[in-house]
Nanobody
Framework: QVQLVESGGGLVQAGGSLSLSCVAS????????MAWYRRTPGKQRAFVAT???????NYSDAVKGRFTISRDSAKNTVSLQMNSLRPEDTAVYYC?????????WGQGTQVTVSS
C-alpha cells in the first residue's frame, strides 16, 4: 500500500529557512515525478515544485529562486529546502506524485512563518 509521510515543518521567522522531507513507500517513487503542494485555510492545494525521475525541476512563480526540490532514490525521499521564507508561505505542505495524484494524501506538515 502506498503511503506518504511528510515531516520537517515548524515555526520560523520571515527570512528564515526550513527543510521538508517526504518518504514514499510502495512503488510510486521510482517511476513518477514527485511534487510538493501546499494548502492554506479555505483554499485548494496549490502546486509548489516538482522533480522528475531524471532530476528535472520546475517551480511555481511564488517560490522560484527561494525553494529547492530534490530526491533521493535510495531512500525514496523527496525534499524541499525553503529559504527566504515569507509569511505568505505559511501553509500545510504535502507531497505526492505530479498530477494525476497516484497516492493517498499524507497528513502534511505545517509551516508557519511569522513576520
Amino acid at each position: 500500500q502506498v503511503q506518504l509521510v511528510e515531516s520537517g515543518g515548524g515555526l520560523v521567522q520571515a527570512g528564515g529557512s526550513l527543510s521538508l522531507s517526504c518518504v514514499a513507500s510502495g512503488d510510486i517513487f521510482s517511476i513518477n515525478s514527485m511534487a510538493w503542494y501546499r494548502r492554506t485555510p479555505g483554499k485548494q492545494r496549490a502546486f509548489v515544485a516538482t522533480i522528475s525521475t531524471g532530476g528535472i525541476t520546475n517551480y511555481s512563480d511564488a517560490v522560484k529562486g527561494r525553494f529547492t526540490i530534490s530526491r533521493d532514490s535510495a531512500k525514496n525521499t523527496v525534499s524541499l529546502q525553503m529559504n527566504s521564507l515569507r509569511p505568505e508561505d505559511t501553509a500545510v505542505y504535502y507531497c505526492n506524485t505530479l498530477y494525476p495524484w497516484r497516492a493517498p494524501w499524507g497528513q502534511g506538515t505545517q509551516v508557519t512563518v511569522s513576520s
